[in-house]
C-alpha cells in the first residue's frame, strides 16, 4: 500500500492522531519548509511554530476543499491549500 493510500485509510476512518503521526515522522521538515515559504510570500503570520500536518477538509459556504490542516505548538490549528503554496513559493 502507498503512503498516500495509507493516509486517506486512516483519514477515512478518523484516525487524525494516526496521520499526524505519520506526517510528523515522514514528510514534516518538506511540509515545514513549505508552509513557512508559503506564509513569508503571502505576509501571513505563524504565531507557534508548526509541530505536525495532516489532510483534511475544509468547508466553507456549501463547498468542500481538500487542504492540509496545521497543529501548532501552543496548540491552535489550520488549514492551507497545497497548490497555492506551492504556486506562492515557485513565483
Known amino acids: 500500500m502507498t503512503a498516500a493510500k495509507i493516509v486517506m485509510h486512516h483519514v477515512q476512518r478518523n484516525r487524525r492522531d494516526v496521520v499526524i503521526e505519520l506526517f510528523a515522522d515522514g514528510e514534516f521538515e518538506s511540509l515545514r519548509l513549505l508552509y513557512q515559504g508559503y506564509c513569508a510570500k503571502t505576509n501571513w503570520p505563524i504565531n507557534s511554530p508548526p509541530k505536525a500536518?495532516?489532510?483534511?477538509?475544509?468547508?466553507?459556504?456549501?463547498?468542500?476543499?481538500?487542504?492540509?490542516?496545521?497543529?501548532?505548538?501552543?496548540?491552535?490549528?489550520?488549514?492551507?491549500?497545497?497548490?497555492?503554496?506551492?504556486?506562492?513559493?515557485?513565483?
Open 53 to 91: 500536518f495532516f489532510p483534511t477538509h475544509e468547508r466553507r459556504e456549501g463547498v468542500t476543499t481538500k487542504c492540509f490542516g496545521v497543529e501548532f505548538a501552543d496548540g491552535t490549528n489550520g488549514t492551507f491549500s497545497l497548490g497555492k503554496a506551492l504556486s506562492a513559493v515557485a513565483n
